[in-house]
């Protein structure tokens, strides 16, 4: 008979050799992980090269004093558009208005003198003619004559000279525009030689663009050309801007200048685009990014900037092989378009690439891949 104490310690033993005996249960194996991948294929690309740019009038034309003398006041408002010809300034026209009045007057004794010498010649003549005075009297009276008119000739010209000084106290605009800050102030003395102008006008419609392009990048540009790597535009280059909040300028622009020669210094080119700006968008001074179309680059490799793994060191991509095993592969970075990333170096076609699903991938993982949508 069984001690009921012991009941416990039996109980106690027998359940690890039952438990030891029990069957064991198979062990589950870890899922594969999924991705997306999409088959890299050459196709062509926009060519299109960004670059840093500052807008500039049209026009920027100084306005400055024709003559000298006090500034008595502004007529127009700083800042706003002006029309050519409109008076800006008016410069205290009493001491001009004082010389043309003797002008004035020396031309109207000058005109009585020439009168005078005028009918004196005229009655010699018929008198010399019938001998009735002297050859003497004659030549008095002609040279008298021609030298009343240069005098009429001289008074006249300084009665121009002080005309143009005393409208040019009206100072006007040279050209149509937007006005910038006035300079000299009201009563000042102002000075035809003075260092600054009285203001400044711009021409803001059109708008210049300039920028340099490196000397490298033309020497690129035109390398894939000549080998065929690049397709060119059949017309000029199409230039566009994107402003400093990121938005794109509605119209795009020209490129009508392009400089014959390489800056020393920087290494690079001079051009400039024209644009529109009929609405006065653009300012001068304005830093913008110039996007230039220049054609198509041929049998390009491109992969999502999705794909692309940064770091400090370098970019990679992961791609999967036949046996479904993740391979990473350095690569060198292009230009990017439209949400792709050239890839100038580090991918081949025909490989596998994967888009979507990069945190469960790790090189040397085997994976399960599926296409992408349309790839």
Sequence with gaps: MHHPLLRPLWLGLLLPLMSACAPSQPKSEPEIPTVTV???????????????????????????????????????TEGQPVKQGQVLFQIDPAPYQAVLEQAKGAQAQQQAALDKATADRDRIIPLFKENAVSKMDYDNAVSAYNKARAAKQSADAKVKEAQLNFDYTHVAAPISGMTSKQVQSEGSLIRVDAAEPLTTISQLDPMYVNFSISEQDRLDYEH?????????????????????????????????????????????????????NPDGKLLPGQFVRVLLDLGTRQNVITAPESAII??????????????????????????????????ESGLAAGERLIVDGLMKATPGSVVKPIAQAGK
Excluded: C, W
């Excluded at 060519?47 to 008595?72: C, K, M, P, Q, S």
């Excluded at 894939?224 to 690049?230: K, M, Q, T």
């Excluded at 795009?252 to 690079?268: A, I, K, M, S, Y």
């Design 38 to 76: 999409q088959t890299v294929r050459p196709h062509s690309v926009p060519l299109r090269l960004e670059l840093v740019g500052e807008t500039a009038g049209f026009r920027d034309v100084e306005v400055r004093a024709r003559v000298g003398g006090i500034l008595l006041k502004r007529t127009y």
């Design 224 to 276: 894939g050309v000549n080998h065929g790597d690049i397709a060119a535009p059949q017309n000029a280059p199409r230039v566009r801007i994107l402003l400093a909040d990121g938005s794109e300028y509605p119209l795009t622009g020209e490129l009508n200048f392009h400089d014959n020669r390489v800056d020393p210094r920087t290494g690079t080119i001079r051009s400039r685009a024209i644009f529109a």
């Design 310 to 343: 940064q770091s400090q060191a370098e970019n990679m991509v992961l791609t999967v092989d036949e046996n479904n095993k993740v391979a990473a592969h350095p690569v060198e970075l292009g230009m990017q378009s439209g949400g792709e990333v050239v890839i």
